[in-house]
């Protein structure tokens, strides 16, 4: 999941009334861009080192496989966006949260809340380990072109984290959401740079070489039971990079209608992951065939390249600055929900939620209040410190991948389709879906052990 969203269409967890005055004038082409500026980010850096694990024909074959489960969830979730009817249907279910409140209750609504939180918070751990691994590896980057590749350049990346958690207190303070919509659009912009450059260094590379590195049965490993970790933290780190749940319905709440919503949102969305299963097959393949069992974890920072120093410099900036962006992206909608919730449980603290000006010298003036500053500090340090006691970039992205892939992309999408379409249990289609449920579920099981057992080991070793 990936890796994932990193657009202007993340959820608020809010149920959301419908604006009169709001019009909807997307089509399949805008629901494309959103949809691949949403998967596309810095999970695509992960792909090579995981095709490494699985080898040439698993490692295609898993690409194709999420792709094809992400489409299914897809396609579940566009039919929940109008009720009752999925396409002549008077109300909007506008983001995920209210799909799922409206559908199957509060109950799990709250279940799956708790889910999407963990998702965000998650994101900004593994969004701080790769920041701070990127600064490091420019630092790295010019280290080498200066003393050679023999040089030992090492660097800690402590203290990279803590400049990131720094610069995230202060992006943080930011009321909401609505306005750092300017961080959303550079960190679009350099999701696809990176993406690109990544993509443009693993094909310079197999050029060179002359030959296809890499063999059918991946990367090899001291014990079967080692090569079964490294398969499972393979599987979690290209669910990591896949799928959008969270902002299906956000996208199809832009779009115009006729033709239904549903039917646009599910023409856009297998153009989308065709497109994205394309760039995504590119990136892996090249990365493995350029290096072979020497793939690197992160392809920009494992320094399987070091020349031209400066490309690789420029990737490592454009992954820090959309990390920057996608930090306050996933973290402002959980800043939201904690604050409303606090906000109701003690209503009567005013000294908590009233703003009062700061001017520094040289800065433009901005407003704080008690409640923001406290809690969204206390976030950061936490993330920051989580990350600096496990900065492992592929077993942290394979955890918080499996973690919720299956809930939030399988287990609610098919449970509101049940609801919805009042399918009875043992039917054919009951059944079919209770399986495909059950495969995913013992996949993101096998992904998630494998990623905490690559975490512990890394850190014992």
Same mark, same amino acid.
């Given at each position: ?23 909807? #004038? ?81 109950? +799990? ?5 708790? /889910?999407? &939180? ?20 420019? &630092? ?36 909401? /959401? ?193 409640? +923001? ?31 919720? /892939? ?13 609801? +919805?379409?009042?399918? &009875? ?9 209770? #399986? ?26």
């Amino acid at each position: 999941m990936g890796v994932a969203s990193e657009t202007e269409d993340i959820p608020l967890l809010q149920v959301q009334t419908a604006d009169p005055s709001f019009k909807r #004038t997307g089509n399949v082409w805008t629901a494309v861009a959103h949809i691949i500026t949403g998967v596309i980010g810095s999970g695509v850096l992960s792909l090579a080192w995981s095709t490494a694990q699985l080898g040439w024909i698993a490692g295609p074959l898993a690409m194709l496989f999420f792709a094809a489960i992400t489409l299914i969830s897809t396609f579940l979730l566009s039919n929940c966006y109008r009720t009752p009817d999925p396409e002549l249907g008077p109300g909007r279910n506008r983001s995920y949260i209210e799909a799922v409140q409206l559908s199957l209750g509060e109950k +799990r609504a709250l279940i799956c809340g708790f /889910f999407v &939180q963990i998702s965000f918070y998650g994101t900004g751990i593994a969004y701080t380990v790769t920041s701070a691994i990127s600064m490091r590896a420019i &630092q790295k980057s010019n280290c080498y072109h200066k003393e050679g590749h023999e040089a030992a350049c090492e660097y800690s990346d402590t203290y990279y984290m803590l400049i990131f958690g720094f610069a995230q207190i202060i992006l943080s303070q930011t009321p909401d /959401f609505h306005n750092i919509e300017w961080l959303s659009v550079v960190a679009a912009i350099m999701s696809f740079t990176y993406s690109f450059i990544g993509l443009g260094l693993g094909l310079a590379k197999v050029i060179e070489n002359g030959y296809v590195k890499g063999s059918i049965a991946g990367v090899s490993a001291s014990s079967s039971i080692q090569k079964m970790w490294l398969v499972s933290q393979g599987l979690g780190d290209i669910a990591f990079a896949y799928p959008y749940s969270l902002i299906v319905l956000e996208i199809q709440d832009t779009l115009k209608s006729p033709p239904p919503e549903s039917e646009t949102m599910k023409k856009a969305s297998t153009i989308a992951i065709a497109v994205t299963t394309i760039f995504y097959l590119l990136c892996g393949s090249f990365g493995y065939a350029a290096f072979g069992d020497d793939t690197p974890g992160n392809l920009l920072t494992g320094f399987g390249f070091y020349e031209p120093y400066w490309l690789i410099d420029l990737a490592n900036a454009c992954i820090v600055a959309h990390l920057l962006g996608g930090y306050q992206i996933y973290s402002q909608p959980l800043f939201a929900t904690v604050e409303k919730w606090i906000s109701g449980k003690f209503p009567n603290q005013e000294f908590l939620y009233n703003d009062f000006s700061v001017k520094l010298p040289l800065t433009p003036g901005f407003r704080l209040n008690i409640l +923001r500053l406290c809690f969204r500090t206390v976030y950061v340090v936490t993330t920051t410190t989580i990350a600096a006691i496990f900065p492992y970039f592929n077993q942290v992205i394979g955890v918080i991948g499996a973690l919720n /892939f299956w809930p939030l992309s399988i287990y609610f999408p098919v449970e509101m389709y049940f609801m +919805r379409k009042n399918i &009875q249990a043992w039917t054919k289609k009951w059944v079919m879906l209770r #399986t495909f449920s059950l495969i995913c579920l013992i996949l993101t099981l096998f992904s998630l052990i494998g990623s905490i057992e690559g975490i512990i080991s890394a850190k014992l070793s």
